[in-house]
T-cell receptor, first 112, second 112 residues
Framework: EDQVTQSPEALRLQEGESSSLNCSYT??????LFWYRQDPGKGPEFLFT???AGEEKEKERLKATLTKKESFLHITAPKPEDSATYLC?????????????FGEGTQLTVNP | NAGVTQTPKFRVLKTGQSMTLLCAQD?????MYWYRQDPGMGLRLIHY???????AKGEVPDGYNVSRLKKQNFLLGLESAAPSQTSVYFC???????????FGQGTRLTVV
């Protein structure tokens, strides 16, 4: 059974204080690992897809990295508008229909 | 550029009532999904579809039915609502099995 564990559950940062969110996973053959951002009352918004260990992707202040057991979402010099819940999800290679297994998310608050 | 649209956004049902949630996407995506999101549980897949006329069970299908008569629409039905089905429901779609899913804004359903 595929599993995704995200830590910490909640994180409070001051504006400009860089940090990382963790996503640990177990999956029987990884097809892809996805990061999403979710704002209160809205649906998840796609950020990144990582396919193999060693891969990295960047978007503005966010950088996602992947190893064989975990992924990190690095946030550099965050701003208050980065406050959101960040979700990690994995897709197994043999999963039909592109199903995703999600973690419970990390709720990030960035104070001005 | 609507993306994925869910109807309705909010609904209160009495136990035993039935209802249908509508999802429409304008991106010509083949794959469509219904998830539910509950505190402490993350997003869990209810049913999904890999193309027009096809449906399949996800992780938590009991008490729900779905239909995909048209490529752009994916309907989720509750035949006899139960309080345990109180949740936020999200519809999503993706172009292929490997690509990111786009989510709707969600439907907040309360069953009393």
């Amino acid at each position: 059974e595929d599993q995704v564990t995200q830590s910490p559950e909640a994180l409070r940062l001051q504006e400009g204080e860089s940090s990382s969110l963790n996503c640990s996973y177990t999956v029987s053959g990884l097809r892809g690992l996805f990061w999403y951002r979710q704002d209160p009352g809205k649906g998840p918004e796609f950020l990144f897809t990582l396919y193999s260990a060693g891969e990295e992707k960047e978007k503005e202040r966010l950088k996602a990295t992947l190893t064989k057991k975990e992924s990190f979402l690095h946030i550099t010099a965050p701003k208050p508008e980065d406050s959101a819940t960040y979700l990690c999800a994995v897709q197994a290679r043999e999963t039909s229909g592109s199903r995703l297994t999600f973690g419970e998310g990390t709720q990030l608050t960035v104070n001005p | 550029n609507a993306g994925v649209t869910q109807t309705p956004k909010f609904r209160v049902l009495k136990t035993g009532q039935s209802m249908t949630l509508l999802c429409a996407q304008d991106m010509n995506h083949e794959y469509m999904y219904w998830y539910r999101q509950d505190p402490g549980m993350g997003l869990r897949l209810i049913h999904y579809s890999v193309g027009e006329g096809t449906t399949a069970k996800g992780e938590v299908p009991d008490g729900y039915n779905v239909s995909r008569l048209k490529k752009q629409n994916f309907l989720l039905g509750l035949e006899s609502a139960a309080p345990s089905q109180t949740s936020v429901y999200f519809c999503a779609s993706s172009m292929t099995v490997n690509t990111e899913a786009f989510f709707g804004q969600g439907t907040r359903l309360t069953v009393v």
